[in-house]
Every structure is written in C-alpha cells, then in structure tokens.
C-alpha cells in the first residue's frame, strides 16, 4: 500500500481490557520463570527417604500425572535435594515412596547454572537400533554397580515442570539414565537386567542385599 501521506489517528482504548491483559502478561510471565531448580548440595537430613532393594515400595507401578501444578514441583524440587544428598545424577519418584510418574535427572550435578530436568509422564517412542552395555549403579541399591545392556538412543516424549510437552532424542549417558529412571515407574530395578549371575551374586553379597528380592528379566 503506497504511503499517501501523514494521517492521525486517534485509538480508543478499553482500560478494563488494558488491565485485564497487563495482569496476564505478568501473570504469564511470573509462570514462565518458575523453575525446581534447587542449590546443588548435600544436606545434613535428606528431605526425601530412598527405598532400598526389599522394599515393595520399589516394586509397584506408578500412576501418570494428571495436573501439573506447584505440587508435583515441590516434589520435584525435593526430589532433587535428596538426588544431590545422596550423590546420585537420577531419581524417580516410587525411590521415595511416591508412586507417580515423575523422573528428575542431572548429569551435571558439579556445575550450578546447569538446570536438571524434570520428565513428567515420560514415554519412550522408539529406540534406536544399536545397543550397549554399561556399568550401572543406583541409589535404591547403594554400593553395587554391574554392567546392564540397553539400546543406547531413545526418543521420549514428557511434560515439563510447568506441564509443557516435549520431545528429545537422548543418546549415551542421558538415554541410559532416561530408560534405567523410567524401568523404576515400572517396578523394575536395573539388577533385573543383569545377565552375570556371579557379578551379580557377588555384588549383591559384598553390600548386603538379598539375591531372592531380583526379579530377574530375560
């Protein structure tokens, strides 16, 4: 459209709607910069207690999330106090007796700015077609690491702390960590994958677990 020239135009405004749409803006804003983001520390007392092998907490199935609200960040944010507690990268939820669809994971956990991440409802959508094994640990099984073979690429899709969907292609550390968090919302721990029965015997022994609480998958 050719400019013809200067023309002034006088707006008429809506104060009410001005108002009503500044206070969505800040209250969208406000949502928009909330984070579980928590200091990377031990404590003294872990705000969460971590089921170990035996206990049946650790055995059942977790439920999804339906509401995403400042609840389940709490959670999240609690979680995460007690992942950085106990020197762990990974935590899911039924670790601490909540049996609700909630990971949190840190593979930086030295590095402050870094922010962990919080998957709500996660589903694996495809693995990738090459798989690795790799020594596992974990924090229900203190003290006992083995070796456990898994696909080493997995596309999962969550939701966020603040309830928004995602969708990641995780390769390496963080795909071990996703599919061994995620066997957890399922009942299952990482030693029901181990294959060698005497590192498996041997590991469990050495730490004080009982081998007839593996459920073994094959």
Do not use: W
């Amino acid at each position: 459209m050719p400019r013809a020239g200067r023309l002034r135009i006088t707006p008429t405004y809506d104060l009410d709607s001005l108002a009503r749409s500044f206070a969505q803006m800040a209250r969208s804003a406000e949502h928009s910069t909330r984070t579980v983001q928590v200091p990377k520390e031990s404590l003294d007392q872990s705000p969460l207690t971590i089921r170990t092998l035996g206990n049946q907490d650790l055995r059942q199935s977790a439920k999804r999330i339906s509401k995403v609200d400042e609840a389940v960040r709490e959670l999240a944010r609690d979680m995460l106090r007690s992942m950085y507690s106990s020197a762990g990268i990974g935590l899911a939820a039924p670790q601490v007796g909540v049996h609700k669809q909630l990971l949190v994971i840190d593979l930086d956990p030295d590095n402050a700015a870094a922010p962990p991440m919080v998957l709500i409802n996660p589903e694996i959508r495809s693995f990738g077609s090459a798989i690795e094994t790799y020594e596992e640990g974990c924090l229900s099984i203190p003290g006992v690491y083995l070796n456990v073979v898994r696909p080493s690429v997995v596309e999962v899709t969550y939701r966020d702390e603040l309830g928004r969907p995602q969708r990641i292609k995780a390769d390496g550390l963080l795909s071990r960590c996703i599919q061994h968090e995620m066997d957890h919302l399922n009942g299952v721990l990482f030693v029901d994958r181990v294959t060698d029965e005497l590192s498996l015997n041997a590991g469990l022994q050495d730490k004080g677990f009982n081998r007839s609480d593996v459920h073994a998958i094959r």
